[in-house]
């Protein structure tokens, strides 16, 4: 039995289907499980990560576990949390990210990847770290102006990244849950080319069958925008200046981490915007 956390959000239904595709067990918590929806074949269990009292019912008779942990906001949980999940599962699959880094800030996204990652890493049992960089499903965010004007209002239109499909992801972790010589891997994930951001809403255009137009907007309004949003001033900023710095920096590199584990090539950001067309306004 493989339990799933986050089993139905991006990376985590496809785990969930891979792995019943290959004919494991799988049991996928929730804070709901009255509203969840998963595949035929996957069991549902309530609980919750930020509260670890709730996680016995979910990790009985589990054997291994997909990790994928509300970054920052349960991170007050995350000792009693992962302790609780290394009682019962031999081996963490822990979804985490190309920048986790112990010199991190343990504010911010990549400082909180580093701390789950050494409490995994503490706990005595074997893990397997997914670092993958930007996440192909982060354009989703333009959807609606695509959809509403054909436009994106952005900033840093020059970044480039090499944005990975979910289902690599997701096809990385499987292989790691059911295969042998996974452990104590840090796998660095990548798509197999770098795009900018201007070439990437071309290639969403590409997909929906009709042109989208990039609009650069200044770091200021975008940070506007962001706080507007909800997002927390200090979040905004850095996610800014990150993209600042992809600007002025050579290219991130290309891993081919993909393939070498799976056997299949990652998949190219042009076939994710085909994947997700009707997302954007195009055919579904």
């Known amino acids: 039995m493989i339990l799933v956390t986050g089993g139905t959000g991006n990376v985590g239904r496809h785990v969930v289907s891979q792995l019943l595709e290959r004919g494991a067990g799988v049991r996928v918590l929730s804070r709901d499980p009255a509203s969840a929806r998963v595949p035929a ?38 000792p009693a949390a992962v302790e609780a999940i290394a009682k019962r599962a031999g081996h963490i699959v822990y979804l985490s990210a190309k920048g986790a880094s112990a010199e991190a800030d343990p504010d911010t996204i990549p400082g909180s990847h580093a701390r789950l990652e050494e409490l995994v890493e503490r706990s005595g049992q074997e893990w397997t770290f997914l670092r993958p ?52 891997a840090r796998y660095v994930l990548t798509g197999p080319e770098t795009l900018t951001q201007v070439e990437q809403v071309r290639a969403i255009g590409e997909a929906i069958g009709r042109p989208v137009r990039w609009e650069e907007i200044t770091p200021e309004a975008a940070r506007r925008e962001m706080v507007a949003q909800g997002w927390p001033a200090s979040l905004a900023e850095g996610v800014l200046g990150a993209h600042a710095q992809m600007v002025a920096s050579p290219p991130e590199p290309v891993t081919s981490t993909v393939e070498e584990v799976t056997g299949v090539p990652a998949t190219t950001f042009r076939q994710w915007a085909a994947d997700h067309a009707g997302d954007f306004g195009g055919p579904a």
């Open 41 to 78: 074949g996957a069991e549902i269990a309530g609980g919750d990560l930020a509260d670890p009292t709730t996680l016995d019912a979910a990790l009985d008779g589990v054997e291994s576990v997909f990790l994928v942990w509300p970054t920052l906001s349960a991170d007050h949980a995350a």
């Open 133 to 184: 960089g930007g996440f192909a499903t982060n354009t989703l965010m333009w959807a609606s102006q695509i959809r509403d004007t054909g436009v994106v209002r952005w900033v840093h239109g020059a970044a480039s990244r090499a944005l990975i499909h979910e289902r690599d992801i997701a096809a990385v972790g499987v292989s790691a849950l059911t295969g042998e010589g996974h452990g104590g």
